[in-house]
């Protein structure tokens, strides 16, 4: 019903950038807070960054001032820009947002998330 797809991951150097991409589709209503999580092997998935409808935003202690989050409301859409990266940013990341939908004439929020994208950074 509701889709979450990311782009933009794959493999560059420390020190260099990436900028993720997420956009959900399907009978959208409303989309809530977005954010980013990241999960490398063998850890628990963790929250990167989140972005409120409005604009405020929040960052995990390990990327303040590295990465920037941002969102489009009209094209459904939420960004990661990622800079000065380091090999332990290396992780498959997940797109995550709280989206309200009309079905049968009920309004239901659901959670979704995307499938993930990829990053790895060289050292």
């Known amino acids: 019903q509701v889709q979450l797809v990311e782009s933009g991951g794959g493999l560059v150097q420390a020190g260099g950038s990436l900028r993720l991409s997420c956009v959900a589709s399907?009978?959208?209503?409303?989309?809530?807070?977005m954010a980013w999580y990241r999960q490398a092997p063998g850890k628990q998935r963790d929250m990167v960054a989140s972005?409120?409808?409005?604009?405020?935003?929040t960052y995990a202690d390990p990327v303040k001032g590295r990465f920037t989050i941002s969102r489009d409301n009209t094209k459904n859409t939420v960004y990661l820009q990622m800079i000065s990266l380091k090999p332990e940013d290396t992780a498959v990341y997940y797109c995550?947002?709280?989206?309200?939908?009309?079905?049968?004439?009920?309004?239901?929020?659901?959670?979704?998330w995307g499938q993930g994208t990829l990053v790895t950074v060289s050292s």
């Open positions: 995550d947002a709280g989206v309200g939908v009309i079905t049968n004439g009920a309004y239901r929020y659901l959670e979704v």
């Open positions: 399907g009978s959208i209503n409303r989309i809530n807070t």
């Open positions: 972005i409120t409808r409005g604009g405020s935003t």
